[in-house]
């Protein structure tokens, strides 16, 4: 829905012509009152200059705008005005759909598949532009396309509706493009048959390589997982600890060579007698070298002669072992107001032929077993403490442990039943500060 219709901007520049030139907020209320929706004082000046093709005089406000668009039809590059033409068009492009949605004080962003993800590419290239600053914050994700703090967060919530990936950690956010996976990965594994039952185990959120990384937690979870069974084990990501700045005092191994090295000596110890199928998570694809952590883990065990741990890719994965179809997924961004809400939304959009069996929740450091859909989703635990940073923004205690599957398909191939346990590990507790009596 287009707001700046012939009609509208005659109304404006009526208005305009009959407003002392320092009472341009009057004019919007004006306008806001007679339209249903807020109209902001950038949002007409660009209207009007942009849409309307009109001489309005300079001294009536309009010139920020003006200068932009000027700027730009005369294709000179070296003119540097308050506002850019991308900032205008992008402001112009906020209020268009408050429109369309209703109106309201919150100004919301384009919803259409295409415009949309227009919006959120822009939001990628700003979060790479930042990352050698320090990481994009959104005070200057605001700053940069000209925000109030609450579009900046309702724009992040729409980006993770549209599928992108926003993680926030220590105020930084990373916008990444989601990456779903193309096609089913069918994984050679022992016949299996119908009415077996079938032995799997989880381990998720490794974060080798932090200070609160706990080892002997994670190796007692896979001697237990294999004396009880279970020979393929699944990661949904972050299995190092990884690269962002604010972590540069929670590790003990800088650079993803470093970190790889320290997952490549857990695996090894682990042997050859698990399959491991994993995926990236964020923190695995946060150094800024072209490559995540997932794959170079898996390259240098290949380059040594170990070829068990198998690696699908960032932040998603279908597989096919026999007759069970298992999906992985590492989300962004916090906890929602239910532990299982995302879960939930995530199962309920997928289309009803291609729901696994089971799906493997990554990142959020809890436990949970919900069945939807006909889908056993998962969240999957960690074996990184509560003192680490993300430990303490969830402001409970983490959930260190992983979990172990038995299961059985009928003649149909469906599966008929599921018994789930999850092991909860001793480890260390967030720390306490002894105060004098």
Known sequence: MKIWTPDRITRAIELLRATPKDRLEDVCAQLSREWGFDVTRTALQFGVWRYGKTTVPRELGLDVAAEAIAAQDAGDTQRQPAMTFEQAERL???????????????ARFRTSSAAGHEDFSRLTRLAQKYAKRGGLTLEALCDELNLSPKQGRDLAERAIEAGYHVDVHGGVLDFRPASEPTEEVHVDTPHVSLGEEIVIAVASDMHHASKHHESDALKRHVEWAYESGAREFFNPGDTVAGGYRFLKYEITSNGIDAQCEEACRFFEWAGTEINWRMIAGNHCESFDVGIDAGAMIAQKLRANGQTNVHYYGPRAARLRLGPTRIAMHHPG??????????IQKYIDAMPLAERPHFLFTGHTHQKLWIERGGVNGFLCGTFENGDSSFGRMLGGEVQVGGWLIRYQHDEHGNVASVAAEFRKQPHRRMNYIQVPA
Do not use: P
């Not at 961004?333 to 995302?342: H, N, V």
């Open 92 to 106: 112009l492009d906020v209020t268009e759909a408050a429109a369309g949605e209703g109106g309201g004080s919150a």
């Open 333 to 342: 961004g916090g906890l929602a107001y239910a532990l299982s809400y995302k």
